[in-house]
């Protein structure tokens, strides 16, 4: 069972708006920043977002991330065929003493 | 355009000792800004920290791998090194090492390509 919990899947057409969640406690999201990762088939994870809403070069507008309390989303707009992946929500856990990571969702695209 | 490249085994016999390095090219893990870290993705499953190490060699790791892991760096190679003792099928996965920032923490950029270890008799 992963720290942090995430849908196991989602889905959605081209040109739709989807969002993935991230739950997690006090201990993480609650008193850190969260980071989005994904994973396109058969490669490593990627950083997508950063410090909860910011984007690395490269990556779309298209992605946003945001946060509340113990919280967080990532959301997609303009959903394409390449955005097929699966994606993973982290943030370090004071109480572990370590980085955390939800279990994944597998985004597909209809 | 700092590159990670993970090398070792990719077959393991249970109960022996798991050894993989990361080869850090485009950048120094003599640098204090970063902690450099291992991770793991059992075939199918989630991502799993494993732990990391600072330039200065002090490491963290996950308790739930108990004492079981041993990360070491070496500055003149610029490389850092993991090792995982006494391994069972459940230690199968894809290995993969990463660039932590200091602080803050999580912030995983950039990762290795991963290496796939079989633990299997």
């Known amino acids: 069972q992963s720290v942090l919990t995430q849908p196991p899947s989602a889905s959605g057409t081209p040109g739709q708006r989807i969002t993935i969640s991230c739950s997690g406690s006090?201990?993480?999201?609650?008193?850190?920043?969260v980071y989005w990762y994904q994973q396109l088939p058969g490669t490593a994870p990627k950083l997508l977002m950063y410090?909860?809403?910011q984007r690395p070069s490269g990556v779309p507008d298209r992605f946003s991330g945001s946060k509340s309390g113990t919280s967080a989303s990532l959301a997609i707009s303009g959903l394409r065929s390449e955005d097929e992946a699966d994606y993973y929500c982290?943030?370090?856990?004071?109480?572990?003493?370590?980085?955390?990571f939800g279990g994944g969702t597998i985004l597909t695209v209809l | 355009q700092v590159q990670l490249q993970e090398s070792g085994p990719g077959l393991v016999k249970p109960s022996e000792t798991l050894s993989l390095t990361c080869t850090v090219s485009?950048?120094?893990?003599?640098?204090?800004?970063?902690?450099w870290s291992w991770i793991r993705q059992p075939p199918g499953k989630g991502l799993e920290w494993i732990g990391d190490?600072?330039?200065?060699?002090?490491?963290n790791h996950n308790p739930s791998l108990k004492s079981r892991v041993i990360i070491s760096i070496d500055t003149s190679k610029n490389q850092f090194s993991l090792k995982l003792t006494s391994v069972t099928a459940a230690d199968t996965a894809v290995y993969y090492c990463?660039?932590?920032?200091?602080?803050?923490?999580?912030?995983?950029?950039?990762w290795g390509q991963g290496t796939l270890v079989t633990v299997s008799s």
């Open positions: 990463a660039r932590d920032q200091r602080p803050p923490r999580g912030w995983f950029d950039p």
């Open positions: 485009g950048g120094s893990v003599s640098s204090n800004s970063y902690y």
């Open positions: 190490i600072y330039y200065s060699g002090s490491t």
């Open positions: 006090s201990s993480n999201i609650g008193s850190n920043f």
């Open positions: 410090k909860n809403n």
């Open positions: 982290a943030a370090w856990d004071d109480s572990l003493r370590g980085p955390v």
